[in-house]
């Protein structure tokens, strides 16, 4: 199976929300899920079915290469879906 990458990065705005909590696992967490979900119901509108999940492995980097603070994820989507069957 084919698969695709997938980077998931936050608006500016949230950058600086995200750096100065003082809990941060709990957004990173919810980060990473919304994204799962997004993917999903975007795969879901491709097959035109609800009755299909995706397989992602999703990484989430909190910097840049160069050392910056940048929160983003990296996704490897494989091509495709898989149905659910009844």
Aim: with cysteine; proline share 3%.
């Amino acid at each position: 199976m084919g698969y695709r990458q997938v980077v998931l990065t936050l608006p500016e705005q949230l950058c600086i929300l995200f750096h100065n909590h003082s809990n941060q696992k709990p957004l990173y967490s919810g980060f990473v899920i919304l994204a799962k979900a997004c993917l999903s119901k975007l795969i879901q509108a491709h097959f035109k079915s609800d009755a299909c999940e995706i397989a992602a492995i999703i990484f989430i980097h909190t910097h840049s290469c160069n050392g910056n603070y940048n929160p983003h994820l990296q996704v490897i989507l494989a091509e495709g879906a898989f149905f659910l069957s009844n």
